[in-house]
Nanobody, 130 residues
Framework: QVQVVESGGGSGQAGGSLRLSCTTS????????IGWFRQAPGKEREGVAA???????YYGDSVKGRFTISRDDAKNTVYLQMNSLQADDTAMYYC????????????????????????WGQGTQVTVSS
């Protein structure tokens, strides 16, 4: 079973930067789409960023231009570089793997949807102070 492990969370200042890492086990990483999601207290989990095995990237509207997702297939690792942090970025960040492909009519932003993933990490907390 694929395991998903996040790291790199912590505290940061508004305007600063943090980088999260997500490492998965198994041999399917190179063929997989990996997503980052976050959930703040009292709010629903939302898609932050995702990257397909072909390198296509997707970003949530609230992080476009500030966050960058990248992957290192040799290390089975996906990174989320978070710049220009804002207090609203405070949340538990989750990495997701085991992307299920869609056949037929598919949502354009499907990689940013929770239902598309089958494997989840335990999450890493990010706290941004203003």
């Amino acid at each position: 079973q694929v395991q998903v492990v996040e790291s790199g969370g912590g505290s940061g200042q508004a305007g600063g930067s943090l980088r999260l890492s997500c490492t998965t086990s198994g041999n399917s990483f190179r063929r997989d789409t990996i997503g980052w999601f976050r959930q703040a207290p009292g709010k629903e989990r939302e898609g932050v960023a995702a990257q397909t095995n072909g390198g296509d990237t997707y970003y949530g509207d609230s992080v476009k231009g500030r966050f960058t997702i990248s992957r290192d297939d040799a290390k089975n690792t996906v990174y989320l570089q978070m710049n220009s942090l804002q207090a609203d970025d405070t949340a538990m960040y989750y990495c997701a793997a085991g992307y299920s492909s869609c056949v037929g009519a598919c949502a354009a932003d499907r990689p940013l949807q929770q239902y598309a993933y089958t494997r989840w990490g335990q999450g890493t907390q990010v706290t941004v102070s203003s």
